[in-house]
């Protein structure tokens, strides 16, 4: 077999014998550590460096989505299916990419499931037992990530390591105050009064509240027929008392998610009328 040439030609390879110079070798540049990445060059040029294209399908969801942005405290009512959770969970990666406000975002979930159980019964950690309560809006901020033409995968996994996105339940949140906080309250129909007082009594300037709900979807047991929940009666108390608080409610004609859902909620709860508050 011939032997391979260099590349190099013998008057350069005999210029480099006679002086004896060699180029100094490179070293490999030392990586930083996440926490020196944020040091160095702040959350949002790291995995905040995302983008946000919400564009709303209705006039309800462009009114919800206003409200959540110049509002401290928003609520969202009205049927499944019309986008209430995509809207207020857009406008919170919108906030923490964009206001140095908010350093995360808090997804809190009722304490009591349905069947009138306490998470203690679960099995693992605290966030293992919160988790499977957190999945719908986790695959949500996926969604609206990977629609907005981000690597989802990427900034999710970054976002949640670095605890900029966290869950909790509304039982540790006694004694707390809310600091520099996108707070997204879910399910709030399954939260009674007291758990709703708590939860606005921790409310500090600089965190903003987000409260999701449906009254028709209440399946809490320990809260009796004919009692309000604590969603219910927030707004029945607070509703054009306070400026900083927005209200708005999403219809049956409001339904974005499958034209089908609002055939089924007409038929399901035929006889109601849809301009019903809440």
Known sequence: MGKKSSGISGSTRQASKTTGERKPKREAPARLSEEEKLAKYGKKNFFLNYKVNFKPLTDTQDDYYNKILSKRITFGTGVAGSGKSFVCLAAALKLLREDNT???????TPTVEAGNMNIG????????????YLEADFQTLTDILDMSGNPSDEIMKGLIENKLIVGDCVSFMRGKTIKNTIVIITEAENFDKQEMMLLLSRISPTSKYIINGDNRQQDRKDIKKGQQNGLKHAMDTLKGKVEQIGFCHFLRKDIVRDPLIEEIMDAWFIGEEQ???Y
């Open 121 to 132: 019964f679960l099995k693992g950690s605290k966030e293992e037992k919160i988790q499977p």
């Open 275 to 277: 301009s019903e508050e």
């Open 102 to 108: 908010y350093k995360k975002i808090l997804i809190l």
